[in-house]
């Protein structure tokens, strides 16, 4: 009996090794003699863009993340395209461009608000009240934080700034 279960446990290990390379077998395909590489993913195009942004190449990870949102964006897949814009606002705000983290931010709320996200919508204006800050628009990044649409809470003078 002992035997058997070796062999079994063999024969399943050995198939297991054999199904981990397939992929290997598959990934390139001969046109006429000549191989053609795939194409990154969005996924990876994201991965490496967050590699290249921890290495401190932001220029670059911002490329490979425009990348990612365009392809995303081709297939219609919105949620994995809010978290590229996410990535590029914060990019930008590395770069010392808030104008252009801005403009993703507000992609990044309206997609939230639109699929009713409150944590995220809070944290999104958060992040986009942070670039108004530093572009010298801190009455802009109250008036984000407050809601001041729905809310008078921040219109009273004990949140007033001294220009």
């Known amino acids: 009996m002992r035997g058997l279960l070796v062999l079994v446990f063999l024969c399943s290990f050995t198939f297991c090794l054999w199904l981990g ?23 990876q195009l994201v991965q490496q863009g967050l590699e290249l942004y921890q290495a401190g190449n932001i220029t670059a990870a911002i490329e490979h993340w425009q990348k990612a949102l365009e392809i995303y964006q081709q297939n219609h897949n919105s949620a994995s395209s809010m978290i590229v814009r996410e990535n590029l606002a914060r990019g930008y705000q590395q770069l010392g461009e808030p104008g252009q983290a801005i403009k993703q931010w507000d992609e990044v709320i309206a997609y939230y608000r639109q699929v009713g996200n409150l944590q995220q919508i809070g944290r999104t204006l958060t992040e986009q009240a942070q670039a108004y ?7 802009k990044a109250i008036a984000l934080l407050c809601n001041s649409e729905k809310n008078d809470s921040c219109n009273n003078n004990r949140y007033r700034l001294n220009k």
């Open 133 to 139: 800050s530093k572009l010298g628009q801190p009455t």
């Open 21 to 43: 390379n397939v992929p290997l077998i598959t990934k390139s395909l001969q046109l006429g003699g000549v191989v053609s590489a795939q194409s990154p993913n969005g996924s």
